[in-house]
């Protein structure tokens, strides 16, 4: 089955202690990318991934560092969390040809507390 | 940058017709892009535009017209299961990389 696969789902942590969100596609999809999602704020982009090796910022980058080695994989990393990075965390991926390239496939989403 | 502005909830019966505007503020994009998000849930693609008029798929239909910086998402037939939040969605010009969404619209569909 195709999918965009995140973990963990959910995490309950504390300020500071480093954390890393996994996220894998199995569709081959050069483009990847990170969102976080707040009421009221609808989608806002953190980072995204053109291909391997290749990154960039999204809107709200501040506080969060991604990599991409291989092109399966693009895991986001916190370095020192907050409390105000408490949010509901998506990944999404999709293929850089035009006529599929607005077609996100999104993850089923991590729900992330930071105490 | 740019912003994309629709309304924030829209009620209605069974059976009905719902109309989800989305407005940009922005000298161009790739197109505008509709996705479909049940509480809790992943969003899931429904709809793009990369060009003005109208696109149809079953119930659900969207439009774009990019001199009016405006598209709207059309839901017909309303059933129970549609009710979920609507987000519009588009790249800017300046970096396809990028995609930024609307803030939602929850529609709310009542017996």
């Known amino acids: 089955e195709a999918q965009v696969t995140q973990n963990p789902r959910y995490l309950i942590t504390v300020t500071g202690k480093k954390l890393t969100v996994t996220c894998s596609q199995n569709?081959?999809?050069?483009?990847m990318s990170w969102y976080r999602q707040d009421p009221g704020l609808g989608l806002r982009q953190i980072y995204y991934s053109m291909n391997v090796e290749v990154t960039d910022k999204g809107d709200v980058p501040e506080g969060y560092k991604v990599s991409r080695k291989e092109k399966r994989n693009f895991p986001l990393i916190l370095e020192s969390p907050s409390p105000n990075q408490t949010s509901l965390y998506f990944c999404?991926?999709?293929?850089?040809?035009?006529?599929?390239?607005?077609?996100?496939?999104f993850g089923a989403g991590s729900r992330l507390t930071v105490l | 940058g740019q912003s994309l502005e629709q309304p924030s909830e829209v009620t209605a019966v069974e059976g009905a017709i719902v109309q989800i505007n989305c407005t940009y503020q922005?000298?161009?994009?790739?197109?505008l892009s509709w996705y479909q998000q049940h509480d809790g849930g992943a969003p899931t693609f429904l709809s793009y535009?990369?060009?003005?008029g109208l696109e149809e798929t079953g119930r659900f239909s969207s439009f774009l017209s990019r001199s009016d910086s405006y598209g709207y998402l059309l839901l017909q037939e309303l059933q129970m299961k549609d009710s979920a939040s609507y987000f519009c969605?588009?790249?800017?010009?300046?970096?396809?990389?990028?995609?930024?969404f609307g803030a939602g619209t929850q529609v709310v569909v009542t017996p």
């Open positions: 999404a991926s999709r293929p850089t040809e035009s006529s599929g390239a607005n077609v996100l496939t």
């Open positions: 535009n990369g060009l003005d």
């Open positions: 969605a588009a790249p800017p010009t300046d970096s396809w990389g990028k995609l930024q």
């Open positions: 569709m081959n999809h050069e483009y």
């Open positions: 922005t000298s161009g994009f790739y197109g």
